[in-house]
């Protein structure tokens, strides 16, 4: 069966065009049947780091021992991290404590901003709900 002969969308011309492009679709080349040696991606330069798209182990957060939060503490650690916009992190404590005064936090959540190490750089509420020395999921 033809399947040119029975387009009604695209004159013959164009119908037999397009059957030829998806042709390595159809017939399962692993290439896609349009590639192109352009849109192949080059091989990382010596000394730079390999692309890929499987995240890495993240040592900081991860704990040796299993973490359990209870309810209690993950409804804590929600409500802090409440005020403080992913789009601030990673961010200085007087960053986070700018955005939560924007965000109109209350004063316990401002306090303990304050309490955070003056120097450093927090990625995550996670990281720096932990630099409070509080409990973290294995998640984090």
């Known amino acids: 069966m033809n399947h040119v002969s029975e387009s ?7 119908d037999e065009n397009l059957e030829r492009e998806v042709e390595g679709h159809l017939r399962g080349s692993p290439a896609g049947g349009r590639a192109e040696e352009w849109r192949e991606q080059d091989p ?15 040592p900081i957060s991860r704990s040796d021992v299993p973490l359990v939060m209870t ?10 991290g409440r005020y403080l916009a992913r789009t601030t992190f990673p961010a200085k404590r007087e960053d986070l404590l700018r955005n939560a005064r924007e965000s109109k936090a ?10 955070l190490p003056e120097d450093e750089t927090f990625e995550t509420v996670a990281r720096a709900w932990a630099a409070l020395g509080r409990s973290m999921d294995q998640r984090f």
Do not use: Q
């Not at 990382?44 to 993240?58: C, F, M, Q, S």
């Not at 309810?71 to 802090?80: C, K, M, Q, T």
């Not at 209350?106 to 309490?115: A, M, N, S, V």
């Open 71 to 80: 309810p209690r503490e993950i409804d804590a650690r929600s409500r802090f």
């Open 106 to 115: 209350p004063e316990d959540i401002i306090e303990d901003l304050r309490r």
């Open 8 to 14: 009604r969308k695209h004159p013959p011309r164009l």
């Open 44 to 58: 990382p330069i010596e000394g730079e780091p390999e692309i890929t798209a499987l995240p890495e182990d993240d």
